[in-house]
């Protein structure tokens, strides 16, 4: 796992049928979605702007933990795995929104629909694709324009 990685725990709601998110590493922090796909998500979205907020205010941004550290040292693993004993996990990369640079994209005004139709947060939307395609394709092949 990339340190720059968050670990998400998900716990399905069997009565409502939503997920909802915590990250044991951001006290605070926590969502909710629809389905599992919705809820991580939701997660990614929101803290990016949680960690931006933190940011702001002059907190401190904790490290990411790896699985086991988290399992081994925080202090509410045994309440979780006790009261969510079905859980699930996710990794959500911890957007940089530090020394943010406002800029002026110009995009399809359908391109823009779409990503409105799935994402509250169209600037956290576009830096997760922007570190997406950077972390996951071969830099010869990073150009498409």
Do not use: C
């Not at 998500?41 to 907020?53: D, F, P, R, Y």
């Not at 009261?83 to 823009?112: C, E, H, K, M, W």
């Not at 509250?120 to 395609?133: D, E, G, H, T, V």
Request: aromatic share 8%; charged share 25%.
């Amino acid at each position: 796992m990339k340190r720059n990685n968050y670990i998400a725990l998900l716990e399905h709601d069997k009565d409502t049928g939503k997920y909802g998110v915590i990250v044991p590493d951001i006290p605070g922090f926590s969502t909710v979605g629809n389905d599992y796909e919705d809820a991580v998500q939701n997660a990614v979205e929101g803290l990016a702007s949680h960690i931006e907020t933190m940011h702001e205010l002059g907190e401190k941004i904790p490290a990411p933990r790896t699985f086991e550290q988290i399992k081994a040292n925080w202090g509410g693993w045994a309440d979780w795995v006790k009261d969510a004993p079905d859980y699930f996990t996710a990794i959500i990369p911890a957007i940089p929104g530090f020394g943010t640079q406002r800029v002026l994209v110009t995009l399809d005004s359908r391109l823009v629909a779409r990503i409105d139709s799935i994402s509250k947060n169209r600037s956290a939307f576009l830096s997760s694709a922007a570190q997406y395609m950077l972390d996951n394709t071969e830099p010869e092949k990073r150009m498409v324009a």
